[in-house]
């Protein structure tokens, strides 16, 4: 017969049942106390590996929440990390912008410019 105390099945009712009620009326007082004492200590065992697998369980929840926390902090480290690159691919995009227009520009604007007033004169040219 099996009980279920302390959030498991326990076999301790079948000690009872099967060692210490025929035995018992045999014992003197000394041997009633001694096998008492093993029975709780063997209890006291028994409670302690049951408080060690519930401390366990709660670690092992620890653990995976730690875990989850990690990989979000991964997830947004990662984010972080791509929006630095992109930030700062524009910024080179508008440094090379910037002198484009500085040093290629200008002289770009102005080689149109020039081509404009060479078709322009010679469409005038050709109107008279």
């Known amino acids: 017969m099996l009980l279920n105390v302390c959030n498991g099945p326990s076999q301790m009712l079948d000690w009872v049942e099967e060692v210490f009620q025929p035995?018992?009326?045999n014992w003197d007082r000394n041997s009633l106390i001694e096998d008492s004492t093993l029975f709780?200590?063997?209890y006291a065992k028994i409670q302690e590996l049951s408080i060690v697998d519930r401390e366990?369980?709660?670690?092992?929840?620890?653990v995976a929440k730690l875990q989850a926390e990690r990989q979000k902090k991964k997830l947004q480290r990662d984010e972080l990390e791509r929006i630095v690159r992109l930030k700062q691919a524009e910024a080179d995009m508008l440094?090379?912008?910037t002198l484009f227009s500085i040093f290629i520009g200008p002289e770009v604007i102005w080689k149109?410019?020039?081509?404009f007033q060479h078709f322009g004169?010679?469409?005038r040219k050709?109107?008279?």
Do not use: F, N, R, T
């Open 95 to 97: 440094q090379l912008k």
């Open 56 to 62: 366990l369980e709660a670690k092992a929840k620890e």
């Open 40 to 42: 709780v200590g063997y």
């Open 112 to 115: 149109k410019v020039m081509i």
């Open 126 to 128: 050709h109107q008279s």
């Open 23 to 25: 035995c018992a009326p």
């Open 121 to 123: 004169d010679k469409v």
